[in-house]
């Protein structure tokens, strides 16, 4: 679990809009419904969805308990499975001489070859387990503000869908520039302004010569 881990990555958010009451059935009907699908013994490539930050493999948003005031803890699980090139090719090769020996074929066509080619991969993709990322989440729901503990690009992209999917609402990534943006109201000349501004250093300590 993340949020007990001595060392983490944060991104924060911004929540934009607005829940339907009652907040916890609106979350948890958005929670059930985009609840991470098992493609382990499935043909698919990647899985993601929602899971129970306490129990990330054997998630039941029907009993989980998720909500603490106003804060609530869920995470996002991205499961994905990889199969080398080189044993895609060769298991090709195998069932494309197959082939050729069944039909007393010279050669295939593209249509055979392609339908060979999604046969043999479905059928690697089905036997290989799916490697499981968890990235768990706070938030308070009543400040709008949302705390997510990964900050690699393709976690922070899915969170981004996903929550927009599940809860109709908009997440607002918060770096400098639109910490300023929304916390001054600046105007277009105040935001080209802080668009083209650079690091500054500062110096403390005693006077320099």
């Known amino acids: 679990m993340q949020l007990l881990s001595s060392t983490l990555s944060l991104t924060r958010y911004r929540v934009e809009?607005?829940?339907?009451?009652?907040?916890?059935?609106?979350?948890?009907?958005?929670?059930?419904?985009?609840?991470?699908r098992d493609i382990d013994n499935d043909p698919a490539a990647k899985s993601?969805?929602?899971?129970?930050?306490?129990?990330?493999f054997a998630p039941d948003f029907e009993k989980a308990q998720f909500m603490f005031g106003t804060y609530?803890?869920?995470?996002?699980?991205?499961?994905?499975?990889?199969?080398?090139a080189k044993i895609v090719n060769k298991h090709l090769?195998?069932?494309?001489?197959?082939?050729?020996?069944?039909?007393?074929?010279?050669?295939?066509?593209?249509?055979?070859?392609?339908?060979?080619?999604?046969?043999?991969?479905?059928?690697?993709?089905?036997?290989?387990?799916?490697?499981?990322?968890v990235y768990d989440l706070v938030w308070d729901y009543e400040a709008g503000a949302l705390w997510?503990?990964?900050?690699?690009?393709?976690?922070?992209?899915?969170i981004e869908t996903l929550f927009a999917k599940s809860f109709r609402l908009?997440?607002?990534?918060?770096?400098?520039?639109?910490?300023?943006?929304?916390?001054?109201g600046l105007s277009d000349k105040q935001r080209d302004a802080v668009k083209q501004a650079g690091p500054a250093a500062f110096i403390t300590g005693g006077a320099h010569a």
């Not at 050729?100 to 060979?116: D, F, G, Y």
């Open 17 to 36: 809009g607005k829940l339907a009451e009652p907040v916890m059935d609106t979350v948890r009907e958005g929670l059930k419904n985009q609840v991470i």
């Open 48 to 56: 993601i969805g929602w899971t129970e930050s306490g129990r990330p």
């Open 72 to 84: 609530m803890v869920f995470s996002l699980r991205i499961d994905k499975k990889s199969v080398p």
């Open 93 to 133: 090769s195998m069932a494309v001489a197959r082939r050729l020996a069944e039909t007393e074929q010279k050669q295939l066509s593209k249509t055979e070859k392609r339908q060979i080619k999604d046969e043999v991969t479905n059928r690697l993709y089905t036997r290989v387990p799916a490697s499981p990322n």
């Open 148 to 158: 997510f503990f990964s900050n690699l690009k393709e976690a922070n992209e899915e």
């Open 170 to 184: 908009s997440l607002i990534r918060m770096f400098p520039y639109t910490e300023a943006d929304l916390a001054c």
